[in-house]
């Protein structure tokens, strides 16, 4: 991929796809394992989601921390409120991906169960034990993923309509 202006980097092109592929497959994950049955594969399952979730979180900080100390190619000409929907939805979508993991390790910690990331950092807790914080977290954890999951439908539709409708090329800015 040649440095351009119109493009994105190469780092944060990696560190977009490698964020959908990852938020798709813990959202995923976390639809499958609610509809499971508690057991071993049930705990073996909600660890893996776990993992993924905290990931994800450093992926973010990662990704946050790098588009802090570059510029993103400037905006395609389109109507103002596109614009204004695209950055909105951005925004959006930058608040869930750390909403969604934090709200996940708080309800683990209220619900009496530490996060031991890949089974061998234990993390700190954010809260204690209290089983209706828990409930309520387990709630907005759901919420917040819908939510996501959501946007990210959004924004992929809005970058399919760019590219297929519109034809200004807009996927060409993300792709290696």
């Known amino acids: ?70 510029r993103p190619p400037p905006d395609l000409p389109m109507p103002a409120w596109q614009a204004r929907a695209a950055h909105a939805v951005h925004g959006l979508l930058y608040l869930l991906m750390f909403a969604v993991p934090l709200l996940g390790w708080a309800y683990s910690n209220a619900a009496g169960f530490p996060v031991v990331w890949f089974g061998v950092l234990p993390l700190p807790d954010f809260v204690g034990k209290n089983p209706e914080l828990a409930e309520a977290l387990k709630g907005l954890h759901k919420l917040a993923a819908w939510s996501l999951l959501l ?19 807009l996927l060409d800015r993300m792709r290696f």
């Open 1 to 70: 991929m040649q440095s351009s202006p119109h493009r994105y980097s190469r780092p944060a092109v990696l560190l977009h796809w490698l964020m959908a592929i990852g938020l798709l497959g813990a959202i995923g994950m976390g639809l499958y394992v609610s509809d499971l049955p508690m057991g071993l594969q049930r705990l073996k399952l909600i660890n893996w989601h776990k993992w993924a979730g905290i990931t994800l979180l450093l992926l973010v900080i990662l990704r946050t921390a790098w588009r802090a100390g570059h």
């Open 151 to 169: 946007l990210i439908l959004a924004h992929a539709a809005a970058a399919i309509k760019h590219q297929f409708v519109d034809r200004d090329r």
